[in-house]
Structure formats: structure tokens, C-alpha cells
């Protein structure tokens, strides 16, 4: 018992210290040890993003570290996860996001950070980039059978394109297959009630909590 302890301890500092190779070397030790690649996740490399994201929060960490840790994170998954079939990686999925930059808009740095966070929290995230065309947003989501479109604007021009996204939904009879959460800096609570989405989330933090509770939603 101690020594899964120490290893799920390893696995969370790792994250934390933005150490890939340690991450890497605690992710195999994890295996070694027989402890379920989940928990291994939950318990111990997502609960140091957890740290990073809370840091992030209180402005005491920074995009760059974020980004390094998410490193490491996403090292130590991939060995954890390399010895598990596709549908227990299925089953331990929150569900799956696709992720984008809305068109005309090529702002990256706030998506990246929601994308870092969902990955952290067990979403499995479909990054389209920025950019994104409102067609292929839809085209996507139908081709990767997504639970959740999420799409961020950080121009005031910009953000009709998330009006336009859930029209185009409604046009193809497919609105209530999809929830549709949207954030970005000129964006609002009452902006995406205005237009018909189901969540707006403020920061990558809240992101992750409104996908848990959408998803519930969904899968009734």
C-alpha cells in the first residue's frame, strides 16, 4: 500500500515539478506495480495539474509552465495508457470534446490552456486549432460523434460565429446530439444564453467543471 502511495505521489510531483522524465519513469514504476492506469491518472498525475491549475487560478503560475507540466502529464498517460484496450480508454473517458478558435479569430493561448485542462481532467479533446470554419466545426463533430463543441472568441467580431454554430445545428435537426459551451474574453453568460448554447465558462477551470455536468446531461 505504501509503495503505490509513493508512487501515485511521484506521479502528482512530477506534474507539478514539470518533470517529463521523472513523469515518465513514475508512469512505468505505476505499471510495474500493478496499479490501474485510472487511478494512476486520477489520483496521481491529475491531481498535480490540479495544483498547476489552482496556481494558475491565483496567477502564481503561468501559461508556460502550464504548458510544460501539461508535458509531462500527457508523457506519463501515454505509457499509462499504452498497455489498455480501446474501449477501456473508452470507458474511462468523460466524454469528448471538440475544441476550437472560432473563425476569423487566430487567438490560440486560452484554448490551449482549456485543452490542457480538459486532457488533465480525463476528456478526451479534439483540437481543430484556430480559425475553424463554422461548417467544419459541424462536419467534425458529426465525424468524431463528440458530446461537447466548444468554441472560444476573443474579438467581439468574432463571436456570431458561435451564434452561427448553433443555427447551423438547428438547420441540420442535429442541435439536441450536441451540447455547445463557449468562452472568450468579450464573451458572456447572457451572450450564449442569447444565442441557444448550453454553458458558457469563464475560465479553464470552470470549462472542465461545465463539461462534467453537460456531459452528465446528456448521457441522462
Known sequence: MEEKQRILGKLKTAVEEME???AE?????????????????????????????????????????????ADAFEAAVA????????????????????????????HDI????????MSASGFEVIDLGRDVAVEEVVAKAKEYKVDIIAGAALMTTTMPAQRDIVSLLKEEGIRDQFKCMFGGAPVSAEWVAKIGGDAYAETASEAVEKAKILVTELRG
Do not use: R, W, Y
Open 20 to 22: 517529463t522524465e521523472m
Open 25 to 69: 519513469a513514475a508512469a512505468k514504476e505505476a505499471l510495474a506495480a500493478g496499479i490501474d492506469p485510472i487511478e494512476a491518472i486520477n489520483d496521481g498525475l491529475a491531481a498535480g495539474m490540479q495544483t498547476m491549475s489552482d496556481l494558475f487560478d491565483e496567477g502564481e503560475a503561468f501559461v508556460p509552465q502550464l504548458v510544460v507540466a
Open 79 to 106: 505509457i499509462l495508457t499504452s498497455t489498455m484496450s480501446e474501449e477501456d480508454k473508452a470507458k474511462s473517458s468523460k466524454g469528448k470534446v471538440l475544441l476550437h478558435t472560432v473563425q476569423g479569430d487566430i
Open 110 to 117: 486560452g484554448k490551449n490552456i482549456v485543452k490542457t485542462m
